[in-house]
């Protein structure tokens, strides 16, 4: 008979495709390690190609990762994953309409790519026109999308008293921004103070703090648009 959180007998672990870093997976992994559910995350460019439609595979329904894979189910895209993982680990109880949970994953997925958007934009630019473009994005977009997620978020979570899956979504977004788009921006401490109080509960479990595993937020190496 298997343990708690371990797939039945003759069943595959749960697999989390993605490449070498926590990233857009990163809210997927946080609830496995908070909940105790067994996972292998697996980032080998040969197995990424055997199930993404954008490095080769030729029969997928799915684009490109994250990727999670539980028995017979297969799901693609960070918000999709977030919810299916939040659900199976019964993260989902604080929800009170999951079309509604949807629309703030989308919410704060679209504000991500935005951000990043922005940045790249600024590549092509001369240093001065560079933070002139900046500066404009984080007085105007990024205010307009923050005021949306801080009207959506009732307190101290999302829904209220208990932490949900859009509640490690938003955090595991917010620790992309600050590692890479965002990094070094004085863009947090002015209404951001709901956004800020999910992320420092979040980031205060020991699942979160004293995570020990191999992966980091972004991986070494990888092109950040952050200013140092």
Same mark, same amino acid.
């Given at each position: 008979?298997?343990?708690?959180? /371990? ?8 697999? +989390?495709?993605? $490449? ?6 990163? !809210?997927?992994? #946080? ?9 292998? &995350? +697996?980032?080998? %460019? ?9 490095? @080769? ?5 799915? &684009? ?11 799901? =693609? ?26 629309? $703030?994953?989308?919410? +704060? ?10 940045? =790249? !934009? ?11 473009? *900046?500066? !404009? %994005?984080?007085?105007? #977009? ?7 997620? /801080?009207?959506? +978020? ?5 829904? @209220? ?7 490690? &979504?938003?955090?595991? =977004? ?9 990094? @070094? *921006? ?22 979160? !703090?004293?995570?020990? @595993?191999? *992966? ?5 190496? %990888? ?6």
């Amino acid at each position: 008979m298997a343990e708690e959180g /371990e797939p039945p007998e003759g069943q595959p672990p749960l697999r +989390i495709l993605y $490449h070498a870093m926590l990233g857009r997976a990163g !809210a997927v992994v #946080r609830m496995c390690e908070e909940k105790g559910q067994p996972y292998e &995350f +697996i980032s080998d %460019f040969p197995e990424l190609a055997k199930v993404c439609g954008a490095f @080769g595979a030729a029969e997928s329904g799915t &684009f490109a990762p994250p990727v999670v894979q539980d028995g017979d189910v297969t799901v =693609s895209q960070s918000g999709a994953c977030t919810m299916y993982i939040g659900e199976k680990l019964g993260l989902s109880a604080g929800v009170p309409n999951a079309a509604v949970a949807m629309q $703030h994953l989308c919410d +704060i997925g679209d504000w991500v790519v935005e951000c990043g958007n922005a940045f =790249s !934009a600024i590549k092509e630019l001369a240093p001065e026109e560079a933070v002139q473009s *900046l500066q !404009a %994005f984080a007085q105007k #977009r990024f205010v307009q999308w923050v005021a949306v997620l /801080e009207q959506s +978020i009732v307190g101290p979570f999302y829904y @209220g008293a208990e932490a949900t899956y859009v509640d490690y &979504f938003l955090v595991s =977004s917010v620790d992309w921004l600050q590692e890479v788009w965002l990094k @070094g *921006l004085p863009v947090w401490e002015t209404g951001c103070a709901k956004i800020m109080a999910v992320v420092a509960s979040i980031r205060a479990l020991a699942s979160y !703090a004293d995570y020990a @595993g191999p *992966l980091k937020t972004v991986r070494d190496g %990888f092109p950040t648009l952050a200013p140092e």
